[in-house]
T-cell receptor
Framework: DQQVKQNSPSLSVQEGRISILNCDYT??????FLWYKKYPAEGPTFLIS?????DKNEDGRFTVFLNKSAKHLSLHIVPSQPGDSAVYFC???????????FGKGTRLSVIA | DGGITQSPKYLFRKEGQNVTLSCEQN?????MYWYRQDPGQGLRLIYY???????QKGDIAEGYSVSREKKESFPLTVTSAQKNPTAFYLC?????????????FGAGTRLSVL
C-alpha cells in the first residue's frame, strides 16, 4: 500500500526548459512534504520542502506546489540544467516524530 | 565538518554470515534511520531510533538488527536470516522535529552476496 506515489519513473527535458515532477499521496495525516535529489551511488540530498499550511515554496530555480484537496504536489525546476539529471524522491511525514515515507522516485534526464 | 559517515562503502557477505554496517553522525541529531534501496523500489525503512537505547521496526525489519548505545552511532547488522541482502543501504539522521523532519543522509553502503 503505497502512501506516496510517483507515477512517472522517468522524465526527459531539454536544457533550459521547465521540468515538472509529480507526486501523489493518500494519507491525509501528512502535513510536511520534501523533495530529495539523488545521484547514483550517493545518498539523497535535501532539496526543498513545504508545510501543509502553504501551497507554494520557492528556492531559486526550484518551486514546490501543494494541492491539499487533490493530495498532490509537484516540483518545478526552471530552467533545467544538465546537472539536474538525477533521481528525485518525494517524501512526506505526519505530525510528530514519524519517519519520512518516500515515493519510488522519478529519474530526470536533462538533455543538452 | 558535520555529517553522516557510513562505512564501508562496499561490503561482501558470504552465505550464512552476519555483517554489520556502520553509521556515525556528528550533527548532534537525536533520531537515526536505516533505509534499503533496491532498483525501482525507492527507499524502504528498516529500523529507526529516536533516542539512545530505543529503536523501532520499520516496514522491512525482518532479517536485520540494530543497536543504539550512543547518540552518534546506529549500526545495522544484516543477519543470515535476510535471504536477499543485496542492496544499497542508506543511513540518515534528523533532529526530533516540532514541525519539520528533514533527514540528512550518508553516502551509503553497497552490500553484495558472494
Amino acid at each position: 500500500d503505497q502512501q506516496v506515489k510517483q507515477n512517472s519513473p522517468s522524465l526527459s527535458v531539454q536544457e533550459g526548459r521547465i521540468s515538472i515532477l509529480n507526486c501523489d499521496y493518500t494519507n491525509s495525516m501528512f502535513d510536511y512534504f520534501l523533495w530529495y535529489k539523488k545521484y547514483p551511488a550517493e545518498g539523497p540530498t535535501f532539496l526543498i520542502s513545504i508545510s501543509s499550511i502553504k501551497d507554494k515554496n520557492e528556492d531559486g530555480r526550484f518551486t514546490v506546489f501543494l494541492n491539499k484537496s487533490a493530495k498532490h504536489l509537484s516540483l518545478h525546476i526552471v530552467p533545467s540544467q544538465p546537472g539536474d539529471s538525477a533521481v528525485y524522491f518525494c517524501a512526506a511525514s505526519s505530525i510528530g516524530n514519524t519517519p519520512l515515507v518516500f515515493g519510488k522516485g522519478t529519474r530526470l534526464s536533462v538533455i543538452a | 565538518d558535520g555529517g553522516i559517515t557510513q562505512s564501508p562503502k562496499y561490503l561482501f557477505r558470504k552465505e550464512g554470515q552476519n555483517v554489520t554496517l556502520s553509521c556515525e553522525q556528528n550533527l548532534n541529531h537525536d533520531a537515526m534511520y536505516w533505509y534499503r534501496q533496491d532498483p525501482g523500489q525507492g527507499l524502504r525503512l528498516i529500523y529507526y531510533s529516536q533516542i539512545v537505547n530505543d529503536f523501532q521496526k520499520g516496514d522491512i525489519a525482518e532479517g536485520y538488527s540494530v543497536s543504539r548505545e550512543k547518540k552518534e552511532s546506529f549500526p545495522l547488522t544484516v543477519t543470515s536470516a535476510q535471504k536477499n541482502p543485496t542492496a544499497f543501504y542508506l543511513c540518515a539522521s534528523s533532529r526530533i522535529p516540532r514541525a519539520k523532519n528533514i533527514q540528512y543522509f550518508g553516502a551509503g553502503t553497497r552490500l553484495s552476496v558472494l
